[in-house]
């Protein structure tokens, strides 16, 4: 279980330090919450730089605009994703 230590009490803060996730992690957390790879993709439709970005990415920073533009899309609360955040990164 990894231990993050973070002093901002702003939660934009946070999350500009929360430590990227592996696009393994990011697809185990994204399960664990019932969205699919297939979901996603089919919520980033035909935007090919967007899907570029979901295939190619070696990692994912909390604070992406592709991130965010996820969690709008899911309508997921920002501490709902920091929550799933915090999570996937011990997957």
């Known amino acids: 279980m990894s231990v993050i230590f ?3 009490r702003d939660p934009a803060d946070v999350r500009a330090k929360l430590p990227p ?3 393994r992690q990011m697809l185990l ?3 664990t919450i ?3 790879e297939a979901d996603v993709e089919a919520g980033l439709g035909d935007d090919a730089l967007a899907l570029i970005e979901w295939r190619k990415a070696s ?3 909390r604070l992406h605009p592709l991130v965010v533009e996820m ?3 899911f309508e997921l609360p920002h501490e709902q ?3 799933l955040w915090l999570y996937a990164l011990d997957l």
């Open 29 to 31: 957390g994204l399960a």
């Open 71 to 73: 969690g709008d899309y």
């Open 34 to 36: 019932g969205i699919t």
């Open 81 to 83: 994703i920091d929550s």
């Open 21 to 23: 996730l592996s696009p």
């Open 59 to 61: 990692q994912f920073e």
């Open 6 to 8: 973070i002093r901002e």
